[in-house]
């Protein structure tokens, strides 16, 4: 069975960090393509950044050069450094592999 927890939401100001940890349980990462999804209220899921079996990376466009994705094989875990963060930044961000989600982890940006 198929589990992702997600971590490290919570609030920040503007122009502030965040880093999102998904931890996978029941699978191995580096064999899939995992990527981060944002909700904003009101609006759809979306993509904010992937990471494939090989390593590669992709990024919305909203967030090119102030986010980065990455994983950690040897624990099973990814990440999503968040840098300058911006108040339309806030949403719901979960991870997903396999069609599989977590229950997300709530980021706001405010001040």
């Known amino acids: 069975q198929v589990q992702l927890v997600e971590s490290g939401g919570g609030l920040v100001q503007p122009g502030g960090s965040l880093r999102l940890s998904c931890t996978a349980s029941g699978l191995i990462l580096k064999y899939h393509i995992t990527g981060w999804y944002r909700q904003i209220p009101g609006k759809y899921r979306e993509l904010v950044a992937s990471?494939?079996?090989?390593?590669?990376?992709n990024y919305a466009d909203f967030v090119q050069g102030r986010f980065t994705i990455s994983r950690d094989d040897a624990k099973n875990v990814i990440h999503l450094q968040m840098n300058n963060l911006k108040s339309e930044d806030t949403a719901v961000y979960y991870c997903?592999?396999?069609?599989?989600w977590g229950q997300g982890t709530q980021v706001t940006v405010s001040s």
């Open positions: 990471i494939t079996n090989h390593g590669t990376t």
């Open positions: 997903s592999v396999l069609n599989e």
